[in-house]
């Protein structure tokens, strides 16, 4: 990949960081020690690149071709202003990011993946491909969340949640679907979502429940297999959508 980079007033790149491909930043972009950029790469003003990350790692197709011919075209990664990316982050090619995200240490975000405005990604989280996160979500440490999975805005997924969308684990023929959270849910720590289930608009599930049917808008359900224990009441609702 040819080297093309421009970079904004007051951009400051640490030592040992590289820049490979078309690199474009803003002002005010902070690029810290050892991180790699692989462009097509467009950074926002005043976000900030850890130690050891990796923006715009490439797909599997990507890497094919770059093995085949040592040339590749890939798709942007496109991050938005007043990101922080904190060290040992990978965000692959073909991944959209709003303004005002945050990502933990050590999170992995794969392709076609886009994230909305002032959500954070935490610790160790893994996002794959295929998903899409809306604004104002906060994803706790440790989070799995599966290809073709949709979470809407100022959803709150709990520590080690997983999602999952091979409803056969590999023994059929099965299309991957993965969960759907509907707006200003809450997901409870541990627990598990079966593929294609959906959570319903301000919905809250248990923490170690076992999600396997559609839960409704505004009710409660917990336990293995969750189960509803009573709608939500009147004056719960998500701080993550309030202004």
Request: with cysteine.
């Amino acid at each position: 990949m040819e080297n093309k980079r421009v970079l904004g007033r007051g951009t400051y790149v640490e030592r040992g960081a590289r820049l490979f491909g078309d690199v474009r930043t803003d002002e005010g972009v902070h690029i810290d020690a050892n991180a790699v950029l692989y462009g097509p790469i467009k950074i926002g003003r005043h976000s900030y690149i850890g130690p050891n990350c990796v923006i715009g790692f490439p797909t599997t197709d990507e890497l094919n071709q770059l093995t085949q011919s040592h040339k590749t075209r890939k798709k942007p990664t496109l991050l938005g202003e007043k990101c922080i990316v904190r060290s040992g982050t990978t965000i692959y090619s073909n991944v959209i990011v709003a303004n005002n995200v945050s990502f933990g240490h050590n999170v992995l975000v794969r392709e076609n993946v886009t994230i909305g405005a002032g959500t954070k990604i935490g610790t160790n989280a893994v996002v794959d491909g295929s998903t899409r996160i809306g604004s104002r979500v906060s994803v706790q440490t440790g989070v799995y969340v599966c290809t073709y999975s949709t979470i809407e805005d100022g959803v709150f997924l709990g520590p080690c949640c997983v999602f999952t969308n091979d409803k056969f684990v590999t023994q059929k023929p099965y299309k991957l679907i993965g969960p759907t959270v509907r707006k200003g849910a809450s997901i409870g720590a541990n627990a598990l979502l079966f593929p294609g289930v959906v959570v319903g608009e301000g919905a809250v599930v248990g923490s170690q429940a076992m999600v396997n049917v559609d839960i409704p808008p505004r009710t409660i359900f917990v336990g293995i297999p969750a189960r509803k224990i009573r709608d939500l009441p009147g004056d719960w609702h998500s701080s993550l959508l309030q202004n």
